[in-house]
């Protein structure tokens, strides 16, 4: 692992302290997280594939596409996986008004609420681009939620980087605790096709368990 890049992830943990980056466990355990979902085919593939490793996920999902693939939205919950807020739109916290922010996370959480077989014991926020003002996220908190970060960035939504650096990006920091993001949406799905498979077969071969994010 990159020393610059370890010293610079310490500093921004220390600094947002109030955020996770990553889960302290005594177990081999990480933490697969999925952003803008639910999206059709794409999240049914991304489930496909975690249920053949028997892997659970954290899906942290956009209101908007909830509402339009509800049936979708479902079976990652029947799966056995977490769900989290994304807010309704996918809008960046450092360029919206603190009233439309919270009015976009409440429109979000309606639409996790209207589902019969959610039960979450606590909330999960992750803002959109990691991108949120201090007093958002200190709301937020107040209201119960968790602002779950990363200390892994797959990086799959990037075009113009290569599958297999995608694939790097991942197996070459991960360790017990860290949380990962990747993406089931169709701008990333190019590269998360070849990367998500080769990193459960990592995973699984290196004794990991895949765990959600409670």
Known sequence: MDLLWIKTHL?????????????STSEKKVFLTFDDGPIPEITDWVLNQLKEYNAKATFFCIGNNIEKHPAIFSSIIENGHMIGNHTFN????????????????????????????VNLKSKLFRPP??????????????LGYKIIMWDILSADYKKEISKEKCLENVLKNVEPGSIIVFHDSIKAFQNLEYVLPKTLQYL?????ECDVIR
Request: hydrophobic letters at 30%; a positive charge; one cysteine or more.
């Open 90 to 117: 996918h809008v960046k916290g450092w360029k919206t008004s603190n009233k439309a922010y919270f009015k976009e996370v409440e429109m979000c959480e309606v639409e996790i609420q209207k589902s019969p077989i």
């Open 204 to 208: 699984s071969e290196n004794g990991y």
């Open 129 to 142: 681009y990691g991108k949120i003002k201090p007093s958002q996220s200190r709301i937020l908190r107040k």
């Open 11 to 23: 500093i921004i943990k220390k600094i947002f302290s109030n955020y996770v980056w990553s889960i």
